[in-house]
């Protein structure tokens, strides 16, 4: 049900529809739930983009993985990063979230108000995507997947080095090293860190289409080969793989022989997650921001309204109503990215 705060936002230009977010004035779905006339879209995963609209619009850097997703024949126009656009009186533009590849915030400003939407967004630099930048704006509607104390991404730099340390360990022991990330943004970010450890790493099949996005926009990743489920064989001793979550459990994992399996996420931080998911490993790195990040976030972006959506959102509405700020909670169908994965077979 639309609750009384976005009611008075809509009677500016953004309301709830049975489509998700909506910009009336300029016949435009936000991240849509279903097929619509008129898609605009913060990025590419799964959950942030519905199929056969009649049209979709992104960032410039989106545009690429935007199709993979959608269909290379879909009627897709990219907008390159602050560059506005005018359609019916409502004002456009992308800026970089640093969630995946032309991941981005949408700034909608109409008769002198501003309105953010960020879609996913992490306010911490990675080598796979352009980084985070803070607009200001009047309202701002923001994800919290990760909205609660607990979650603190205080030091990337050292998961990474686990996850190295982890690799070479099962080199000395002959164990092949079995990363399962997302096929979409994670599992790119993942191959860019390991762009200077002078190591052929392994890919899977499904994951080339959206490597070879990032490689266009001049992502650099290290030397690597690309395995299907025929190919098992070929990856070496103590070789490190990347493949999709759906992949677990698979017969191309089985025929590895020894092998030591690891999730990368920001939920492995939770006490027991990792045994959960049936992985040996886990390593805390999240292409969502934490608490401290969204804290920031809202502080840089000066809003007075903060709507919060698809995470832990009674928390953090109170917590910004206890800071005094104008602030409400919308349901949404956001959820977490591609935990099923397309094109694994």
């Known amino acids: ?32 739930w279903s097929s619509v006339e008129n898609s605009i879209n913060t990025h590419a995963h799964r959950d942030h983009i519905s199929f056969g609209c009649g049209s979709y619009l992104c960032s410039e850097e989106s545009k690429g993985v935007l199709g993979i997703r959608v269909g290379k024949d879909q009627k897709i126009e990219g907008l390159p990063y602050a560059k506005k656009i005018n359609i019916n009186g409502v004002t456009i533009s992308f800026h970089p979230a640093g969630h995946i590849i032309g991941s981005s915030q949408i700034l909608l400003e109409f008769r002198g108000k501003k309105l953010v939407i960020t879609g996913d967004y992490k306010l911490e630099k990675d080598k796979s995507c352009t980084a985070f930048e803070p607009v200001q704006c ?46 979409l943004g994670k599992s790119q970010r993942i191959l860019s860190m390991l762009a200077d450890v002078g190591e052929t790493v392994f890919i899977h099949r499904s994951l080339k289409p959206y490597v070879e996005e990032y490689e266009k926009l001049s992502v650099k990743f290290p030397n690597y080969e690309i395995i299907g489920d025929q190919r098992a064989d070929e990856i070496r001793h103590s070789g490190l793989i990347i493949v999709p979550n759906g992949l677990a459990n698979s017969k191309l994992i089985k025929s590895l022989g020894n092998v030591s399996e690891a999730q990368v996420s920001g939920w492995v931080s939770i006490r027991g997650l990792k045994r959960r998911r049936g992985v040996d490993r886990g390593f ?62």
């Open 1 to 32: 049900m639309l609750n009384h705060s976005l009611k008075e936002i809509e009677k500016d230009f953004i309301s709830l529809s049975p489509q998700g977010l909506y910009c009336p004035q300029a016949n435009l779905h936000i991240d849509p």
């Open 284 to 345: 805390v790195i999240s292409d969502h921001v934490d608490w401290a990040g969204l804290q920031k976030s809202i502080v840089e972006s000066r809003a007075e309204k903060v709507i919060f959506t698809h995470g832990f959102t009674e928390v953090c509405s109170r917590y910004a109503k206890e800071q005094g700020l104008d602030s409400t909670t919308i349901e949404t169908r956001f959820g977490v990215e591609d935990e099923k994965d397309e094109g694994v077979t």
């Open 138 to 183: 009047d309202t701002l509607i923001t994800e919290c997947t990760f909205g609660m104390p607990v979650f603190n991404w205080s030091n990337f730099g050292r998961e990474y080095e686990k996850l190295v340390t982890w690799w070479k360990k099962n080199k000395e022991n002959n164990i092949v090293s079995v990363v399962y990330a997302y096929p």
